[in-house]
Nanobody, 123 residues
């Protein structure tokens, strides 16, 4: 089925930008809603952004609105998360996830997950 691999994380200074990518492989990427989630130490995994298969529905957590942007190019089996004006509170492991033929911002609803990429923002 679908395998997801995130990349692009790293250590940045407050105010910097990062672009995360999620590469999908397999034959079941079609019709998948894709989402980005993050988890900081001691905290629950939280929703960041999601995008539907044809990108007619896009939604962001309030904490990242106007700073982050999710996008996808289905022909390339790739989803991106552009992160701007990063702050220390954005520090977390960022996960790419997918769920087929369903719209959700709840982590438990997603069936496929990458292993995450670390984003660390220093003050």
């Amino acid at each position: 089925q679908v395998q997801l691999v995130e990349s692009g994380g790293g250590l940045v200074q407050a105010g910097d930008s990062l672009r995360l990518s999620c590469a999908a492989s397999g034959s079941t990427f079609s019709s998948y809603t894709m989402g980005w989630f993050r988890q900081a130490p001691g905290k629950e995994r939280e929703f960041v952004a999601a995008i539907s298969w044809i990108a007619d529905r896009i939604y962001y957590a309030d904490s990242v609105k106007d700073r982050f942007a999710i996008s996808r190019v289905n022909a390339k089996n790739t989803v991106w998360l552009e992160m701007n004006s990063l702050q220390p509170d954005d520090t977390a492991v960022y996960y790419c996830a997918g769920v087929r033929n369903y719209w959700s911002t709840v982590p438990h609803d997603y069936n496929y997950w990458g292993r995450g990429t670390q984003v660390t923002v220093s003050s």
